[in-house]
């Protein structure tokens, strides 16, 4: 049990202290029209700069990082405003030429203060490398209420108590959201690193608040229409198959496979809130901050698995009972997620339309 424990502990917090090799930082402004941005983005492609420094990218295009390119030039005493630029430390190299001769010596003996200087220029003080933690939050919630995941946690550790017991049933579960974690901590890192290897968060900015917006209408659907066309759960095709891999679960190591297998069955359901999350953070661009808020967006997702598997085990509440009152409150979690997600995709195409 100690090792069970000791393993979730460690998972949780691995993430959280990835920021002890944090990599050198830039910001680097750009636009996707721009000749010599494609220069220096092939560049820093070639020369894996995009893996071995922390690179922020603000879109020229985006009125408030061009006001704030505008101001950093005014404090270097420059006259005009043009891309691409990076700045390092409080050094601003301006041109592809400079760029591609200068980057690499002078990121070497920079100081890592590079974000907090722009931050100095921003309008309010709000960071470009953090998603607002009121967004991040209000997806993982909606996620955590998320109805097919409970099945799925209550299934599991109800089987397993009424094959071996409490105590394996309290291992399995832990260990069960010990996987979605890392599972879903890991597809959340392949995601954010696909959008900014393609170099399109330009266009997720968009895509992301029209699908919080479809998201949050198909739950309000299954609010009040449930079971009509489709519905926000694991396919009913799927579940067969995931009940047979829970239902032969034997060992909290067990759990921890099916924790990872399971994952998988679940997307199609619990993905939504997520893929907008990492739409936003590729937006930004920004490795150290993505570490620490996909950690936090997973910790707060898996918060409720570990709340049931607690309960079940301290207070020998029953599977048929949590099950039951899933089933009572179906709609009610659909309605939740639902307003939510459409709240935030309306705030989110306000904000960049």
Not at 2 to 15: G, H, Q, T, Y
Not at 170 to 191: D, H, K, P, R
Request: hydrophobic share 50%.
């Amino acid at each position: 049990m100690k090792k069970i424990l000791f393993l979730l502990a460690f998972l949780f917090v691995l993430p959280l202290n990835a920021n002890a090799q944090e990599k050198k930082p830039a910001v680097y402004f750009y636009a996707d029209w721009c000749s010599h941005c494609q220069k220096v983005n092939a560049y820093f492609e070639e020369n894996g700069i995009y893996e071995k420094y922390d690179i922020q990218k603000l879109n020229f295009d985006e009125p408030e990082n061009k006001k704030i390119l505008s101001k950093i030039f005014e404090d270097q005493g420059m006259q005009s405003s043009g891309i691409p630029a990076i700045i390092i430390d409080e050094q601003m190299l301006v041109g592809d030429a400079p760029i591609i001769k200068q980057f690499e010596t002078t990121i070497e003996k920079s100081k890592g203060t590079a974000p907090a200087y722009v931050e100095k220029f921003r309008e309010g003080g709000q960071s470009a490398s953090a998603v607002p933690l009121a967004a991040l939050i209000s997806a993982a919630l909606v996620d955590a209420i998320n109805p097919c995941a409970f099945a799925v946690l209550i299934l599991l550790v109800a089987t397993v108590t009424n094959a071996q017991g409490k105590r394996r049933a309290l291992q399995s579960g832990l260990m069960f959201s010990l996987a979605i974690f890392a599972s879903y901590f890991l597809m959340g890192l392949g995601l954010y690193k696909a959008i900014t290897i393609f170099n399109i968060p330009l266009v997720i900015s968009t895509v992301v608040g029209l699908l919080a917006i479809l998201l949050g209408l198909a739950n309000l659907k299954d609010a009040f229409w449930y079971g009509k066309f489709f519905i926000m759960e694991v396919p009913l095709s799927w579940r067969p198959r995931m009940q047979t891999i829970l239902k032969h679960v034997t060992s909290p190591f067990g759990a921890l496979s099916a924790g990872l297998l399971v994952s998988l069955f679940l997307l199609p359901c619990s993905s939504g809130p997520y893929v907008v999350i990492v739409g936003l953070l590729a937006e930004r661009v920004n490795m150290a901050s993505t570490i620490s808020q996909l950690a936090l967006y997973n910790l707060i997702f898996v918060t409720p698995m570990v709340a049931i598997t607690l309960a079940m085990y301290f207070f020998d509440i029953k599977g048929k009972k949590l099950e039951q009152l899933r089933k009572d409150n179906l709609k009610l979690l659909h309605a939740i997620g639902g307003t939510i997600m459409l709240i935030m995709g309306i705030y989110l195409l306000k904000g960049w339309l």
